[in-house]
């Protein structure tokens, strides 16, 4: 079955960085897009980015942008998300996930991703 794990996160300062990695397998990782979300303590879920398949798009949402980049390398397996200039509003527990549908562009929405990861705690203290 698929499995993504994440790894990365941890405690840093505001002002700071971190870079988060997901590993995936069980399916083959270049067909299709990926995303991370997160997941504030009290908050509901919420979209951070999505790549196609072969890193050639990308999708941000406006707190993010300019600050995080997302990456992959279908050699390995694996996505990434650099994370530059930490606020501590963006502390919280971070999930990859995987597309449903093979081919298919990044989404911004829950519903259009089906395998998540079982999270990394990012904590940036003021």
């Known amino acids: 079955q698929v499995q993504l794990v994440e790894s990365g996160g941890g405690l840093v300062q505001a002002g700071g960085s971190l870079r988060l990695s997901c590993a995936a397998s069980?399916?083959?990782?270049?067909?299709?897009?990926m995303g991370w979300f997160r997941q504030a303590p009290g908050k509901e879920r919420e979209f951070v980015t999505g790549?196609?398949?072969?890193?050639?798009?990308?999708l941000y949402a406006d707190s993010v942008k300019g600050r995080f980049t997302v990456s992959r390398d279908n050699a390995k397996n694996t996505m990434y998300l650099q994370m530059n200039t930490l606020k501590p509003e963006d502390t919280g527990v971070y999930y990859c996930?995987?597309?449903?549908?093979?081919?298919?562009?990044?989404?911004?929405?829950?519903?259009?991703?089906?395998?998540w990861g079982q999270g990394t705690q990012v904590t940036v203290a003021s």
């Open positions: 790549i196609s398949r072969r890193g050639s798009t990308t």
């Open positions: 996930t995987t597309r449903s549908t093979p081919y298919a562009g990044p989404g911004h929405f829950e519903s259009d991703y089906k395998y």
């Open positions: 069980g399916q083959t990782f270049s067909n299709y897009a």
